[in-house]
């Protein structure tokens, strides 16, 4: 059975305490292996690692830490197949999907590699001209990264490459569910050559190891992605040392449908939003709006394409989608369904899953569903669902359908349907989002700026911009005669 160990100081070990976890596949609940488990201790010995080793790695030419990315890239995709099986192993989604994200993490640190040389400060043409004015701009310093189970490859690298090419060393803290895809690729960075103290891992109890790290002032910054409650209380529990934080949170994705869509087009997209990762994705789709001209056409469709989904285990051939990460995922899935329907919903597909293997805790499965005589008062068109469910709500106005879409406290993405350009521009200007796929049901891409407003989040991720937010700024007023 497999067995992991934590990675401190460029080294592999097990916790002091002896303790581990086990980490299950959410297929039928089997044991994929067990996980060390840290404390304290380990983690006081991460940061005071990461401390050692910020001074040289900040200081090396930006050229050469890209080489060490570089490397690290290239073992990445060599290694891909087999960090996609783990992948699969622990987290669920079909082998194609993860071996897709897998090539997409390796994509994060290519592109970091290369953006690090891009750090360019500026000069500002003074008042005086016995005075100049420099700007640079140095890693913010040590980095704590807490990433969640839905995306537990491309996540841990969308986090770590930005961090490591700005100079700043990286204490990475995966998701207890998935924690082995992340042991792999931090081995593969070991590999490459990173030097020790500059890239940690540490797994265990996530409230210990998140409070050792930000109680420690030597921690400058924290970047997480997960759930919205958890950003609120990092970012509370960040204060006290002034940290710099960065957060993408959950979201409500709304997904309009105007009469003059190509409706092929949007159900095409659609399957792409909500099957993909088993609906489990902060930019999935949570709830559907449809110009009530075209709802019965488009529902139709909808149903056509989601009765033809073949659901099972990752690993499984021809299957579209896997299970749900945990009984904890099902039982909120089917919370919202019964919700929906005890308030007048109507099931046009679906509605109801199973359950495979001995464990209780995993091996859950949701049909692809869809939901119609659905009104803005039940939980689903307000909570994050993290499922294959579609609720469908019909408006009749352009005003309308924006004040539904706009009524979250979420911000992170959204998508529009429709055939006209004036339309799709004005829609989405007006759209309270980080991010809107028109005609596009799949915007997340290394090179954009990820992330959301109002309670989805601070900062972006991806691109030039994702680098910015592990950069400070200096400014140097230089006196000459
Ligand atoms: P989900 O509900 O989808 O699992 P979470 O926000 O709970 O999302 O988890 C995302 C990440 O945050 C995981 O790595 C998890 O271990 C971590 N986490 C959860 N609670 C805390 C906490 N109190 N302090 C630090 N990290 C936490």
Same mark, same amino acid.
């Given at each position: 059975m497999r067995k992991e160990k934590l990675y401190i100081n460029g080294q592999w070990q097990e916790a002091a305490s002896g303790e581990t976890f086990d980490v299950l596949n959410p297929a039928d609940g089997s044991l994929v292996g067990k996980m060390a488990s840290a404390g304290r201790e380990e983690v006081l010995q991460a940061i005071t690692a990461a401390e050692q080793a910020l001074e040289e790695w900040a200081s090396l030419p930006a050229q050469v830490r890209a080489n060490y990315m570089k490397k690290w890239h290239q073992l990445l995709l060599e290694k891909a197949e087999k960090i996609a099986r783990t992948l699969t192993m622990e987290q669920g989604k079909p082998l194609a999907e993860a071996l897709g994200e897998v090539k997409a993490a390796a994509a994060f640190v290519e592109w970091y590699a290369e953006e690090g040389k891009r750090v360019y400060g500026e000069t500002i043409p003074a008042s005086s001209s016995r005075k100049r004015i420099l700007v640079l701009k140095q890693? =913010?310093?040590?980095?704590?990264?807490?990433? #969640?189970?839905?995306?537990?490859?491309?996540? =841990?690298?969308?986090?770590?490459? #930005? @961090?490591? @090419?700005?100079?700043?060393? &990286?204490? $990475?803290?995966?998701?207890?569910?998935?924690?082995?895809?992340?042991?792999?690729?931090?081995?593969?960075?070991?590999? @490459?050559?990173?030097? !020790?103290?500059?890239?940690? $891992?540490?797994?265990?109890?996530?409230? =210990?190891?998140? %409070?050792?790290?930000?109680? %420690? #002032?030597?921690?400058?910054?924290?970047?997480?992605?997960?759930?919205? @409650?958890?950003?609120?209380? $990092?970012? !509370? !529990?960040?204060? %006290?040392?002034?940290?710099? &934080?960065s957060l993408e949170l959950g979201g409500h994705a709304p997904y309009l449908v105007f009469e003059d869509a190509d409706l092929d087009k949007a159900v095409k997209e659609l399957i792409g939003s909500k099957i993909r990762n088993c609906g489990q994705i902060c930019i999935a789709t949570n709830r559907l709006y449809v110009q009530e001209s075209v709802e019965k056409e488009l529902v139709q469709k909808l149903k056509t394409a989601f009765s033809g989904i073949k659901m099972g285990s990752g690993f499984e051939e021809d299957i579209q989608m896997g299970p749900l990460i945990d009984e904890k995922a099902y039982q909120k899935v089917q919370e919202h369904v019964e919700d929906a329907l005890s308030k007048g919903a109507t099931i046009v597909t679906g509605g109801e899953g199973f359950h495979r293997g001995e464990h209780e805790k995993a091996g859950y499965y949701y049909k692809p569903t869809i939901l119609v005589d659905v009104t803005a008062d039940m939980n689903i068109m307000k909570e994050e669902t993290f499922g294959p469910v579609v609720p469908i709500q019909r408006f009749q106005s352009e005003e309308e359908a924006l004040r539904l879409a706009n009524d979250s406290h979420y911000g992170l993405a959204s998508y529009v349907f429709t055939e006209s350009l004036s339309r799709g521009l004005r829609v989405s200007e007006k759209l309270e989002y980080g991010i809107v796929g028109l005609n596009d049901g799949g915007p997340a891409t290394v090179q954009a700026p990820f992330g959301g407003i109002k309670e989805s989040g601070l900062g972006r991720e991806g691109g030039h911009f994702g680098i910015e937010s592990f950069l400070e700024i200096k400014y140097l007023s230089i006196g000459i005669e």
């Open positions: 890693p =913010v310093g040590i980095t704590a990264a807490i990433t #969640p189970w839905n995306f537990p490859a491309s996540m =841990v690298t969308r986090k770590i490459s #930005p @961090a490591i @090419a700005a100079g700043c060393p &990286v204490i $990475l803290k995966p998701a207890e569910q998935t924690p082995f895809c992340a042991v792999e690729i931090i081995q593969l960075a070991h590999e @490459a050559g990173i030097p !020790k103290g500059v890239i940690s $891992l540490l797994t265990g109890p996530p409230e =210990v190891i998140g %409070d050792t790290l930000l109680e %420690d #002032p030597r921690i400058r910054k924290v970047t997480f992605t997960g759930s919205t @409650a958890v950003g609120k209380k $990092l970012m !509370k !529990k960040s204060a %006290d040392t002034v940290k710099q &934080v």
